[in-house]
């Protein structure tokens, strides 16, 4: 039987509210979400948000919880295993490989770009910036300068101003050595110690701008104002409700913001006691991540936005994608504020501390998966990840231009999350089955889950994601899977690249979970 | 002018109202979450998840 001191477990309530909060709390909240919301008709976009929130994301939230306590109960920290006890079925543990997959997946190319945040932070600090508008300014507009920046910068086009792709392989460098000294340090001392510090900190930045964006003078030349900005993403727009993609770019935001359909939650969870409340534990993570996203983050990067080129032009820039806004357009605006250099600092780090506290959640997972099923040293776990990592990673860093990385994005950033989260949802709800799972749900609850959640959680939201899935199979998954609408054999041969990598990484760890079945490493608790 | 006082009009009353009844809500339910956690006590038993079984 194993040893059961082995597993780790946190030491405050709050440490581990805020590093489940911190896995949830990314880039998401304060660069994907403006951009949905810009992209899907601002006030349009809001009202489907927030019914997917309430009817997708809280309830798989608490579902999440219910799941990786329940399997840590039995010594699991990992999906395969967790699922394995809710479907006494061989195929079980193998749908479970999806909670393995993903996180590490999405951490491959996540990494990269959090490592673009810690880089800007610095560049905002030394003003190269400016120098860079100052050697290549000309009849270019600003924005054009700065996208140039960040393709240069990311070596997506050539630039002498960079040396290649050195100083971003320098700066994902040093990024991975944080995450990976983070995960080294372990649950307690690592994870929980860094998101209790990094996380308020978060939260004062985050004001910091709110603030200082609020205070700021009209700009000369632009009629935009904060309030234009707000208003666009806030008043009440009724004529796209009836158009299903604003539906699933707001569903597709939910996961993505709450890091839910992951595997991330199940394995933070897993290292609770029993009977230790996860009611009022997910709600709270829940709540805290909205709290970024819809009140601090919606007041940041589209209200500046607008103030500076005007609510036509950032519709524009926004459609353009999260980089456009969050990293072209706002190196310009805090080029021209007063004490830019400062406060394009704080944007960016920011950034990266949203960003770390997620990406360590991504490898937490295959970690707790190689100590517990393959009994691996913690040592030896980190180390396999991170040579598992830097190796996977390198792609990212060639063929980026290609698209590869927005393939993978696409499938393991998207597709799968909704994909998984049904598949959860039904496992639990369905097949160990409702009763069992209310039950589960509310034992230690520290407060009282409404009755209403146990017909959602059945009924509702596995319809709600069922539907998803079904709807955009009908519409655009022929199409994605053809490359209908690509026609650059460098790009399709580079998708194809991450559609093979993703398969290779499935095969390689249902490998895994297979041998541990197979040779016994993998153990339950009685 | 600062832009906090300049065309308010642009947010709308209805999306005024819209936004403060969820920023209310977000806000109000985070500090009830928080201090019911305070209310519960910080601290987590030291021992290891299964030992309570």
Known sequence: ?526 | MITLFQNTSDLTTAGLIFMLVVWSLTIGFTIYCFIRILKIGNKLPADTPGQDE
């Not at chain 1, 392989?169 to 000294?181: H, K, M, P, S």
């Not at chain 1, 993505?256 to 009611?279: C, N, P, Q, W």
């Not at chain 1, 780090?349 to 360590?360: D, E, Q, R």
Request: proline fraction near 3%.
């Open chain 1, 1 to 526: 039987m194993p040893n059961l001191s082995a597993r780790e477990s946190w030491g405050t309530r709050f440490g581990l509210i805020f590093a489940v909060a911190g896995n949830a709390i990314g880039l998401g909240n304060f660069l994907r979400f403006p951009v949905q919301a810009a992209e899907n008709g601002g006030g349009s976009f809001m009202i489907p948000y927030i019914i997917a929130f309430l009817l997708i994301g809280i309830p798989l939230m608490w579902m999440e919880w219910t799941i990786g306590r329940y399997g840590g109960r039995y010594g699991h920290g990992t999906t395969p295993g967790m699922f394995a006890r809710l479907w006494n079925h061989p195929a079980a543990k193998y749908l479970g490989v999806l909670g393995l997959i993903i996180p590490f997946i999405v951490l491959t190319y996540y990494v990269f770009i959090e490592s673009w945040t810690f880089a800007y932070s610095v560049f905002s600090l030394t003003g190269l910036f400016g120098d860079y508008m100052v050697v290549n300014g000309g009849s270019s507009s600003e924005l054009s300068l700065m996208k140039d920046f960040l393709l240069g910068y990311t070596g997506q086009q050539h630039d002498p101003f960079f040396w290649g792709i050195g100083m971003a392989a320098i700066f994902l460098g040093i990024t991975l050595v944080a995450n990976f000294w983070i995960l080294y340090k372990g649950l307690s001392g690592g994870i929980e110690w860094f998101a209790k510090w990094a996380l308020p900190t978060l939260f004062i930045f985050a004001i910091i701008l709110v603030i200082r964006i609020f205070t700021l003078d009209q700009i000369p030349g632009s009629n935009g104002t904060v309030w234009q900005g707000l208003g666009y993403i806030w008043n009440p727009d009724y004529s796209r409700l009836g158009d299903v993609n604003v539906w699933l770019a707001a569903a597709g935001q939910i996961f993505f913001t709450l890091s839910v359909g992951m595997g991330t939650i199940h394995t933070y969870a897993s290292y609770l006691r029993s009977k230790e409340d996860i009611a009022l534990n997910g709600l709270a993570t829940g709540m805290t991540n909205e709290f970024a996203e819809i009140v601090l983050g919606v007041c940041i990067a589209i209200p500046v936005a607008v103030l500076f080129f005007g609510l036509s032009e950032t519709i524009t820039i926004a459609q353009g994608g999260s980089f456009n806004l969050g990293f072209v357009s706002m190196s310009v605006i805090f080029n021209h504020i007063e004490f830019g250099p400062f406060f394009g600092f704080i944007w960016f780090f920011l950034l990266f501390f949203a960003g770390i506290t997620s990406s360590v959640a991504m490898g937490q997972p295959i970690v707790t998966f190689l100590q517990e099923e393959l009994k691996w040293s913690h040592r030896k776990s980190v180390t396999a990840l991170l040579v598992l990592t830097v190796g996977c990673v390198i792609p990212v860093l060639l063929f980026s231009q290609y698209g590869y990385l927005d393939e993978l994005d696409f499938w393991a950033g998207t597709f799968l999350l909704v994909l998984f989260g049904t598949i959860e949802c039904i496992l639990l709800a369905w097949v160990f089955g409702m009763d069992k799972t209310w039950a589960e749900m509310n034992l230690g609850a520290a407060i009282t889950i409404p009755r209403i959640f146990y017909f959602i959680i059945k009924w509702v939201t596995p319809l709600f994601l069922i539907a998803l899935l079904a709807v955009w199979f009908f519409n655009s998954a022929w199409g994605i899977l053809i490359f209908a609408n690509e026609d650059n054999p460098d790009k399709i041969a580079a998708a194809i690249g991450a559609r093979l990598f993703i398969v290779v990484i499935f095969v390689a760890f249902s490998f895994l979970v297979y041998r541990s079945w197979k040779s016994g490493t993998h153990r339950e608790l009685k």
